[in-house]
């Protein structure tokens, strides 16, 4: 009798049971797609796992410690592909913010609901292709020889009888992977401005009309406070730089001297290519993973601060 | 009064000028591969670039579709589409189910559950990459589509997300009246909620097809040979041998190639765009 009371309460407590049949595709997918391949992942960057070496599968095979870890502060193209991260991230992401924003509240002012739709199509198109397709088309307008851009500069505005060979030359290839990731991007990240402007209160902007507010004391005081969440999530999922940049630049090219090859696709690169050193590619991994993790932690505790 | 009112006037006419710049600059590219695409060698060698070809030619269509290489672009078009469309169908339905599931019934452990998805989002990248390539290799999946489907299928904490959000926002009297009206548990949610977040689930399906169309770096490290490959990954390895001389150009043949993989995902968002504003407006509001 008391073990049926118990079963009951038992039963009670768990609640909707199709809630766990609901929810078990979602965690059955992440146990095995993803929580066991971070776990192992980390396990890896601790062994001199190599593709080629059956027998350094094993994690009590292959164990060396942090010894990958060791290795790559030492290795001077781990600190290139670093650099060439930091300088990716600068040459897009201010000119990013700053267009997206701008973009984000003159978009807003459109009445005509028609051309507002032909106007977010147009520009969250660079984002809706793929980067194998887009970063093809941004290197034909480079092309020295036959490409739009060097036409236009020395033969349509003449103002640059001589322009250079953007994407082989060391001080143009930034400014032109630049021009066009920032390309790529500004335009849904226009759309997630846009959407958090979508969702301020139309009352407010009443109230302020009646006030006799203009369109900047409108930005100031109605639209930048209330896309404030809208721009933490736009500087968290950005800030992670040192992840960033591997298909942009396996599809875009690395530039002269490789100056192009960030951490990601070297680390990529040693792990699948050549001696295909799996653990040290983890350890790369896990190392951009820790910064990163480092860099959003301070952006939250900046932006509680302001809260305060 | 009547000076705020002109400069309301101004503002209103400038925001057409600026967005029109904004637009021309997103849709810059593509038309210079449009026009790439219909000029021959010819061209190339004896005119200057012009964005409006002088020696209109279908010979780079003709030859990418029909050429050399139009075999190997078929294949990976059916790839492409077999993994996306799976993908699309398998991650709506494993997040819809979920985010009904996590907004709507109450059962014990269903907030940690939420909870670890979301904080699943800001944990740092390990080498996840490396232990799926040892995964797939023992589950025999490696360089097999079903396997990229299975890894693109996740799920994701942004989707979950964004459906309990749009399944928190449907309003609760509905589903006390088809209680009341006696309707079970499993009616309620397929009959009931279901169509009710169709928004969220387009978005869901819109995000996922852009995301697994363009997907390159987890297809290029799990499969091995070039027939397997999705049209994004692939589309740099069909060698298409062009004649030296003639209406063909590689120029042109790059530009056709490339748009034509552009072209069912720009299709596919511009017939949904409606339901993607729609379903974002409403999935994020935070």
């Known amino acids: 009798m008391a073990k049926q009371a118990g079963k009951q309460t038992w039963r009670k407590k768990l609640g909707n049971l199709y809630g766990y049949l609901f929810v078990a595709p979602i965690v059955g997918m992440w146990l095995i797609f993803g929580a066991y391949p971070y776990v192992r992942g980390i396990l890896i960057a601790l062994q001199d796992y190599r593709l080629m070496e059956r027998q350094s599968w094993s994690f009590f095979n292959s164990f060396i410690g942090f010894a990958n870890f060791i290795e790559l502060l030492q290795d001077p193209r781990v600190w290139q592909g670093v650099k060439a991260s930091a300088l990716l991230y600068v040459s897009v992401y201010p000119f990013v913010a700053v267009l997206a924003l701008f973009t984000a509240v003159v978009l807003n002012r459109v009445k005509t609901s028609g051309l507002a739709t032909v106007y977010r199509v147009l520009i969250t198109l660079p984002w809706v292709i793929p980067v194998a397709t887009s970063m093809p088309m941004w290197l034909q307008i480079y092309e020295p020889n036959y490409g739009y851009l060097n036409h236009f500069l020395s033969e349509v505005l003449k103002i640059w009888p001589d322009p250079p060979a953007w994407t082989s030359s060391a001080s143009w290839y930034w400014p032109a992977i630049g021009l066009a990731c920032i390309w790529k991007s500004f335009g849904h990240n226009a759309l997630l401005f846009l959407i958090g402007l979508y969702n301020i209160p139309s009352e407010l902007y009443e109230a302020a009309r009646l006030d006799g507010a203009n369109s900047w004391q409108e930005f100031r005081f109605i639209e930048l406070p209330g896309i404030r969440n809208i721009m933490l999530l736009f500087i968290v999922t950005h800030v992670a730089f040192l992840g960033a940049g591997m298909v942009e630049m396996m599809t875009f090219g690395e530039g002269p001297a490789n100056i192009g090859k960030t951490l990601a696709l070297y680390g990529w690169q040693q792990a699948f290519q050549g001696n295909a050193r799996l653990g040290y590619g983890a350890a790369m991994a896990l190392f951009a993973g820790l910064v990163n993790l480092g860099l959003v932690t301070i952006v939250f505790k900046f932006f509680k601060s302001e809260k305060a | ?286």
């Open chain 2, 1 to 286: 009064m009547n000076m705020a009112r002109w400069k309301k006037r101004v503002t209103g006419l400038l925001v057409h000028p600026i967005m029109i710049v904004a637009a021309s600059f997103g849709l810059f590219p593509f038309l210079w591969a449009l026009s790439s695409s219909f000029k021959g060698q010819r061209e190339l060698y004896t005119t200057l670039p012009a964005l409006f070809p002088h020696y209109f030619t279908l010979e780079n269509y003709r030859f990418v579709l029909a050429g050399a290489g139009a075999n190997q672009l078929l294949n990976l078009y059916r790839n492409s589409i077999f993994v996306t469309i799976n993908s699309v169908v398998l991650t709506v339905i494993i997040v819809s189910l979920a985010g009904y599931a996590l907004a709507r019934l109450r059962f014990w452990g269903r907030d940690a559950i939420f909870g670890l998805f979301i904080v699943l989002m800001f944990l740092p990248a390990a080498g996840t990459l490396m232990a799926q390539y040892e995964l797939m290799h023992k589950l025999h999946l490696r360089n097999s589509l079903i396997g990229l489907i299975l890894l693109y299928s996740g799920g994701g904490g942004i989707n979950l997300f964004l459906m309990r959000q749009v399944f928190l926002g449907i309003p609760a009297e509905l589903e006390d009246a088809a209680r009341i009206d006696g309707a079970s548990d499993l009616r309620i949610c397929f009959q009931i909620m279901m169509p009710l977040a169709t928004s969220g689930m387009v978005l869901v399906a819109i995000m996922q097809f852009i995301a697994i169309w363009g997907e390159y770096i987890v297809c290029l490290t799990m499969i091995d040979t070039a027939d397997k490959l999705t049209l994004s990954a692939g589309l740099g390895s069909i060698l298409f041998t062009s004649p030296a001389l003639g209406e063909i150009s590689s120029y042109g043949v790059t530009a056709t190639s490339v748009l034509l993989t552009a072209m069912p995902v720009v299709l596919v968002f511009i017939f949904l765009q409606r339901w993607f504003i729609k379903g974002a407006v409403e999935g994020l509001k935070i």
